[in-house]
């Protein structure tokens, strides 16, 4: 079946500008992550949803950024204001199950570069 | 708080040798450690899942251990092939919902 898809796979933007990152997961997965993967680093946790509701958003790293989840599926990244800091690679990832969701499916990610 | 370490530097073995990665963790052991296969430009992939009780765990030329007495991960490729050269992440839960990800330990298998 289809894998967990991301879009655009690539993005440029201007500082300033506000950017929307779309991630569609797995039908029926109801666990949704967004990570950030700086050049070199690791997974940085941004946002957790279950289902619509979003039960952890510590990760976030600032108000400029949020993330909705609508019909549990398609879930978007917005990005406003954006910093030449949040240059990175966004990865989604889904899981079938809600608590303690173990195996996660990734997405290619998308990469963003703000100049 | 809880972190998870894994050797930054990559490692480089020869073909047909066992690899073994490393993944330290602090604080609390988790349920469970999860490892993720990387390749460049591409998203993690899962590729094993040990349990706390469990001492180690195999699918094909792959085996995990856990220890928590060291508070250490190991994973093993056995006679490893140039298309294992990937970077390797290890991961934990943390809290609830939150997953924290080492920074992986690139490995080169060569021919």
């Known amino acids: 079946g289809a894998g967990v898809s991301q879009s655009p796979s690539n993005k440029v933007t201007e500082k300033g500008k506000d950017v929307e990152l779309r991630c569609d997961p797995i039908?029926?997965?109801?666990?949704l992550y967004w990570y950030r993967q700086r050049l070199g680093q690791g997974l940085e946790f941004l946002i957790y949803f279950q289902g619509n509701s979003a039960p952890d958003k510590s990760g976030l790293p600032s108000d400029r950024f949020s993330a909705e989840r609508t019909g549990e599926s398609v879930s978007t990244l917005t990005i406003q204001r954006t910093q030449q800091e949040d240059s990175a690679v966004y990865l989604c990832a889904s899981s079938p199950y809600t608590y303690g969701g173990e195996t996660q499916y990734f997405g290619p990610g998308t990469r963003l570069l703000v100049l | 708080s809880q972190k998870i370490e894994q050797n930054s530097e990559a490692l480089n073995i020869q073909e047909g040798k066992t690899a073994t990665l490393t993944c330290n963790y602090t604080n609390y052991s988790p349920a469970y450690l999860q490892w993720y296969r990387q390749d460049p430009g591409r998203g993690p992939v899962f590729l094993l899942l040990i349990r706390e009780n469990e001492k180690e765990k195999r699918k094909e030329r792959l085996k995990v251990t856990f220890d928590t007495t060291l508070k250490q991960s190991l994973f093993h490729i056995t006679a490893s092939q140039p298309a294992d050269s990937a970077t390797y992440l290890c991961?934990?839960?943390?809290?609830?919902?939150?997953?924290?990800f080492g920074t992986g330990t690139r490995l080169k298998v060569l021919a």
């Open positions: 991961a934990r839960r943390s809290g609830t919902y939150k997953y924290i």
């Open positions: 039908s029926g997965h109801t666990a």
